[in-house]
């Protein structure tokens, strides 16, 4: 950690309420024009116009779409600000006036509904502030600034995109790098953690072959609906059975697919499945088990060639560095007040932020910020509710704007003056 003086976060804040219209037009626009993984041109767009306004010096095309804003402000530490900005393709109900009806086309081509339901419109909003208000007061810190609008993280493919395009090598090394994340605690509340944070995710499809045959004749055929569920079914046991109880892990089957017609049995089954955990050995069983009951349920029965096990991505588990988690949890308390500075446990959602950090071997410390309606929350925890709450990546995910929008500006100026020096 680079010595400092903490620079005065109230006097990059001071002008946040007369940028906050701005700002939420900003979110209320990104919200309505939501766009898949790795084809955010629009709204990469709009955050390298932002960050050319407030005077940064603008790289666009980063692993296709990304976004790198460089502002050099004198002699100082270097502080990395990350937002995500792509979307879900996911039909939105909400019912709000800013909803979007976007329908764009999946990668295999197919059209589908697209929805801003992870809340990352918000976090380009939040970095858009945040970039202008410490452009603006350069007089109240001095270092460099890194603010990297990143795409792709939802297919785990963007953060090592960005890698992959010489990031590391073309831009100035941080000395510490800063993400956030809505998440569907009380607006207005910050939970972060020294430690794990957000799991490790591996994704895979798993074809299964079969002989296909008619309904009527199924002594003619593998039938590879059974085998597919007989996997499934298995697949279960590896958490109850196999993993220690002390050891958290998930394993989802997220997609089941197999023939078109009652009374064909059909020659294939695709199985998709998601598995998140939080140690590394732990990883490996998991994934060994996988493989290994995917291959024994086809060999017992009798397909005629082994399964396709075939990775769709898979996230780096994201740890905070213990002291500069305590350096920005200090700074949270002193912005915030205690009240409103929670420890969180670590969740079982995967992110892509911390490649960065595991890549540039420099710390990182990510959170959550709070975006349901505190009095909303208050009720629904008071009747024993709080699973009803619509979480991120559901239809009816909405943050309430205020005071979500101004409390993540606020957090991320607070976390980078920890370290920018005054």
């Known amino acids: 950690m680079c010595p400092h003086t903490a620079a005065p976060a109230e006097a990059i804040l001071a002008d946040l309420d007369s940028l906050l219209p701005e700002l939420e037009e900003l979110y209320k626009d990104v919200h309505a024009h939501p766009e898949l993984s790795m084809r955010e041109t629009r709204t990469a767009g709009i955050a390298a116009d932002r960050l050319k306004a407030a005077g940064y010096d603008v790289t666009t095309g980063v692993g296709k779409t990304g976004v790198v804003g460089l502002l050099r402000n004198g002699d100082g530490p270097t502080v990395m600000l990350r937002a995500d900005m792509d979307a879900l393709p996911v039909k939105e109900a909400t019912g709000l006036p800013y909803a979007s009806s976007v329908v764009a086309n999946d990668p295999e081509g197919h059209p589908t509904p697209v929805m801003h339901a992870c809340g990352h419109d918000m976090h380009v909003a939040w970095l858009a502030g945040a970039a202008a208000l410490l452009a603006r007061h350069r007089d109240a810190w001095k270092g460099t600034l890194l603010a990297v609008f990143q795409p792709g993280e939802e297919t785990a493919q963007g953060a090592q995109a960005m890698i992959d395009d010489g990031m590391l090598k073309r831009f100035p090394k941080p000395d510490v790098i800063l993400g956030q994340h809505v998440m569907t605690l009380p607006a207005g509340v910050i939970a972060s953690r020294s430690g794990a944070v957000t799991s490790a995710g591996d994704s895979f499809?798993?074809?299964?072959?079969?002989?296909?045959?008619?309904?009527?004749?199924?002594q003619a055929s593998i039938d590879p609906v059974v085998m597919a569920a007989s996997t499934v079914m298995r697949l279960q046991t590896i958490v109850s059975r196999e993993v220690a109880p002390t050891d958290a892990v998930v394993v989802t089957i997220g997609a089941l697919q197999a023939g078109t017609k009652e009374n064909v049995i059909p020659d294939e089954a695709i199985i998709k499945l998601n598995v998140r955990t939080f140690d590394d050995a732990v990883r490996s069983r998991v994934l060994d088990a996988i493989k290994r009951i995917v291959n024994a349920e086809s060999a017992a029965a009798g397909a005629p060639k082994p399964p396709e096990i075939t990775a769709l991505d898979r996230y780096r588990m994201v740890q905070n560095d213990p002291a500069a988690a305590q350096r920005v949890g200090a700074a949270f308390r002193e912005q915030f007040g205690a009240d409103r500075v929670t420890d969180t446990?670590?969740?079982?959602?995967?992110?892509?932020?911390?490649?960065?950090?595991?890549?540039?071997?420099?710390?990182?410390?990510?959170?959550?910020v709070g975006g349901t309606d505190p009095q909303l929350y208050e009720k629904m925890k008071s009747e024993n509710r709080l699973g009803e709450l619509p979480t991120n990546h559901n239809p009816r995910f909405a943050p309430v704007l205020h005071p979500t929008l101004e409390t993540g500006v606020q957090a991320l100026v607070a976390g980078a003056t920890a370290w920018l020096a005054a």
């Open 205 to 218: 499809q798993i074809r299964i072959f079969g002989r296909g045959a008619h309904g009527s004749m199924p």
């Open 345 to 368: 446990k670590p969740t079982t959602a995967s992110e892509d932020f911390g490649s960065f950090g595991a890549e540039w071997k420099v710390p990182s410390v990510f959170w959550f």
